[in-house]
């Protein structure tokens, strides 16, 4: 068994988080040489190089982003553990983190409630609904257990794991008259108002790879989906909705697709690091990956919104 302090995972925590030794060591409220010699004990244990030294500012070899998981993963489970010898915790529940592209978070997270919220796991939910880079970065600095998202290069490869959950796709849509007709028509007019994602949206950047465009008339740009749907069911504009997130909508008649433009494929993931998480995590990360992807849960492909 290793001979491990818990105090070394504190300080390594603390240099990824800064990626400075002075400004770690004087955080730790140690010496640097003090500081550098905990984190070569670390690595000499763990028989690993978890830094790399030669850049500025420092960065995490990749064995040390894949033990930056294993570390948080392991003081949070003594934290656990004395709060429920302590009597303060929750039922001795193990709290799994989760960080979620915003509209995943509203619209699919709660069909996977059989694997998520499953009471034999005897654990407590703590989601994090965020912009699309923004949960990306959390899952990348080891501040949750699993994220929820689109499909990222630098996640499909080592030290992350991925489960497909499914394609989904953005669809031009405009929201409906009296009559069920829709306010603006694209056949008949180039000026149509549209909602357009910002540029530097994980949306925006999608619509732009794929060279697809509403309207030289934008009246209004943003990064969230569901602050566009709610402009487009007021009738200030079309816009591209991702099929997951008008599914009702369209069922209902409130909204209606533009066939002059081609849907746009997005497709949708789970991803993890490699390292070992708590077991009730591993249990949840196998539920997922039986009944994946997604379009199982109810029968139906995510496309079948178009028909």
């Known amino acids: 068994m290793k001979n491990i302090e818990t105090k070394w995972l ?21 010496t640097q040489p003090a500081f550098s010699r905990r984190i070569k004990s670390l690595e000499a244990e763990l028989g690993l190089v978890l830094i790399e030294r030669s ?16 570390a948080l ?7 656990e553990e004395v709060s429920r010898l302590a009597g303060s915790s929750f039922d001795g529940r193990h709290t799994v983190r989760l960080s979620a592209a915003h509209s995943i978070s509203i619209s699919l997270l ?9 009471p034999q796991l005897n654990t407590r939910l703590s989601v994090v609904a965020n912009e699309v880079d923004d949960a990306v970065e ?17 996640l499909q490869v080592a030290p992350y794991r991925s489960i497909y959950l499914g394609r989904s796709y953005l669809y031009c ?8 007709e829709v306010l603006f ?19 925006g950047r999608a619509l732009h790879r794929a060279n697809s465009k509403l309207t030289n008339n934008t009246v209004c740009s943003s990064s969230m989906t569901d602050f566009i749907k709610a ?3 007021q009738g200030k504009g079309i816009s591209w909705l991702p099929d997951y997130a008008i599914k009702d909508e369209l069922a209902s008649g409130q909204l209606k697709i533009l066939p002059q433009r081609e849907p746009v494929a997005l497709d949708l993931y789970v991803y993890r690091y490699y390292s070992k998480l708590h077991s009730s995590c591993e249990t949840m990360w196998n539920e997922l990956s039986k009944i994946c992807p997604i379009s199982e849960l109810t029968g139906q492909s995510l496309l079948d919104v178009s028909q």
């Not at 080891?142 to 990222?152: A, N």
């Open 55 to 70: 850049k500025t500012p420092i960065e995490l070899t990749l064995c040390g982003k894949q033990f930056k998981t294993t």
């Open 10 to 30: 504190q300080d390594f925590l603390t240099l990824a988080e800064l990626k400075n030794f002075s400004h770690a060591a004087a955080v730790r409220n140690v």
């Open 173 to 180: 849509v405009s929201a409906v008259d009296e009559n069920g």
């Open 231 to 233: 402009l487009v069911l």
């Open 138 to 154: 959390l899952l990348i600095d080891g501040k949750c257990d699993f994220l929820f998202s689109f499909y990222e290069d630098r």
């Open 110 to 118: 709660p069909k996977l409630h059989s694997c998520l919220l499953d």
């Open 73 to 79: 993963s392991i003081l949070q489970q003594i934290d």
């Open 185 to 203: 028509d694209l056949a008949n007019s180039d000026d149509v108002p549209c909602l357009d994602y910002t540029p530097e949206s994980y949306m």
